[in-house]
């Protein structure tokens, strides 16, 4: 694996390959000796817009594992930013940007490893990590029915419809008839009782601003009760600590923010060891 720019480019093989690293990988990170020697000597230069997740996990991914990453922050050019770290000589590149032909022409001008931390249409790592959640929570992402809700983060669709049928499994999505300005992609339903109905995790997307909560959760606040009753028992909720309960918002007892979170320092550094070995 060169680059990682999109999961939908990636067999099945090369997913699970990255997955099973990652397994490995998360040892180190629930680990009391945070030290591996897997990338000594090897340098990561990351653009981002602000820190963030992605950031945050980059950081302590290649730390983790005995590497470097020099983070540039607000860059008034991402794609000339990413290119002066390519110049500088670091082996990968983790980059986010909007503009999805920016990663093409960082492959084609930099020698560097280069990684899609979040584009407009593609979160690679972002759904290596909610893929690996669920392997981590359900035993395995084979033969699940996995629900999306809400209309913010939407770059995860097109992967997650791609990469869950390799597995057997499937990905629905839950919109409100309403919203009509949110491009659909894959199995959408329109009915909350219908979509939530026997689903073994849900993964909460986030709503964009102005965005009516009860059109989507069914309460301000967040999901309700009432609709994560409707799915398996004990089913994982991904995105979301909260959900409401009787119109007052409470942790979930199943959220799976705090395992998400691992997992995606995880994906990192089996993304980023998988590059050094190549």
């Not at 990170?29 to 230069?45: E, F, M, N, T, W």
Request: proline letters at 3%.
């Amino acid at each position: 694996m060169k680059h990682l720019l999109t999961l939908t480019e990636l067999t099945r093989n090369e997913i699970q390959q990255i997955l099973e690293m990652a397994v490995q990988m998360r040892r180190i990170v629930l680990s009391d000796c945070k030290r591996g020697p897997q990338l000594i000597g090897h340098a990561v230069g990351g653009v981002w817009k602000k820190p963030c997740t992605s950031s945050a996990a980059f950081q302590l991914a290649a730390m983790y594992l005995s590497g470097n990453c020099v983070p540039v922050f607000g860059a008034d050019n991402e794609l000339a930013a990413a290119l002066q770290l390519g110049d500088m000589g670091v082996n990968t590149l983790a980059v986010s940007c909007d503009n999805d032909n920016a990663f093409r022409t960082l492959t084609l001008r930099s020698k560097s490893h280069v990684v899609n931390c979040g584009s407009r249409q593609y979160d690679p790592i972002g759904v290596l990590a909610d893929l690996m959640t669920l392997y981590v929570k359900l035993d395995g992402i084979g033969n699940l029915n996995l629900l999306a809700v809400g209309n913010r983060d939407v770059n995860k669709i097109s992967e997650l419809n791609y990469c869950l049928p390799l597995f057997g499994s499937n990905l629905l999505w839950y919109l409100p008839p309403d919203d009509v300005a949110t491009a659909r992609k894959g199995i959408v339903l329109d009915k909350a009782q219908a979509a939530f109905a026997g689903v073994d995790a849900v993964l909460d997307l986030g709503l964009t601003a102005f965005s009516d909560e009860e059109r989507y959760y069914g309460s301000t606040g967040g999901i309700t009760r009432e609709l994560l009753d409707l799915a398996r028992i004990d089913c994982p909720l991904l995105g979301s600590r909260n959900y409401v309960d009787n119109g007052i918002l409470k942790e979930y007892p199943h959220n799976a923010v705090s395992a998400r979170e691992s997992c995606y320092v995880s994906v990192a550094m089996a993304v980023l060891y998988l590059f050094q070995k190549n």
